[in-house]
């Protein structure tokens, strides 16, 4: 495994990217949004451009995942994280997929000490730009996992965001998850500390948006067997039926806004939606 230590340095980077997602929730919320006029072209893209599954094949793949710790200082609360959770965090992963033909293997951890990523990284900042240009690795079918304190900034109080498949050919660097640290298995943020933030996040890095979007009408998250949700759920509200019609809300779905505990599952309908994205822009066949 490569551990590699980089010092403080940020440099001002003058790339000024179009980053593919926007942060309008404080709180611990989301931080992975989408204009409704950027998701109408993306889905006119993907109707226009997907992959069929070959026949006869039966496929499985394994997405390399790199982990970037970016700590404060040398310890646990300062966000240096042990190996042992991410080794959990890796194996949560795979239960939470199971049965998708996806699965996840650590490709290589690296771990920068710096004050200012850890603390102000977040959606649309100039420092998550550095940071991913210093680090990622891998092609399109790398999942880059980036570790962070969310403290101050566009990122302040936010659990993870990440970018989508269809991204990825505009702004490869970019392409990644930044999640909380403290949200891995065993961590300390109570509530989501089951590493589920990752599998949520790790949901948008493979093409599926929240089971509210767009609300009750129209194409919602583009997933028809997820039933139609006002507005995110927290906690675990069972029973909760924000739109009439079509069930009640999918509260136990990874891509709700519910508590760890209360999450566990991705519909066959959001497999099939995520299997054609990854292999319509990742070259990932399951
Ligand atoms: N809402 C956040 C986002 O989309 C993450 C939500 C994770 N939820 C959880 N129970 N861990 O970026
Ligand atoms: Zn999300
Ligand atoms: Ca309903």
Sequence with gaps: MLHSVIAAIVLSASLVLGSPVNSTLAGRLCGTTISEEKLVAAEVHFAANAVPKADF????????????????????????????????????LNEDYAGSGLSFSLAATT??????????VGPDSSLQTTMKNQLRQGGANALNVYTVGFASGSGAGLLG????????????????????????????TQNYNLGRTLTHEAGHWVGLYHTFQGGCSGTGDSV????????????????????????????????????????????????????????TYRSISI
């Design 161 to 188: 965001y990440a970018t989508f498949p269809s991204d990825y050919a505009s702004d490869p660097k970019d392409d990644g998850v930044v999640i909380l640290f403290s949200s891995l298995p065993g961590g300390s």
């Design 57 to 92: 094949t039966i496929a499985a793949a394994t997405v390399p995942v790199y982990f970037h710790v970016i700590s404060k200082d040398s310890t646990l609360a300062g966000g240096n994280v042990p190996d042992s959770q991410i080794a959990d965090q890796i194996t949560v």
């Design 224 to 279: 028809s067997d997820t039933p139609p949700e006002a507005s995110p759920a927290s906690g675990c509200p069972t029973g909760r039926d924000t739109c009439s019609g079509g069930g009640v809300d999918p509260i136990h779905n990874y891509m709700d806004y519910s508590d760890d505990p209360c999450m566990d599952e991705f519909t066959a309908g959001q497999v099939t939606r995520f299997a054609s994205q990854l292999r």
């Design 111 to 120: 771990r920068t000490v710096n004050s200012q990523w850890f603390n102000q």
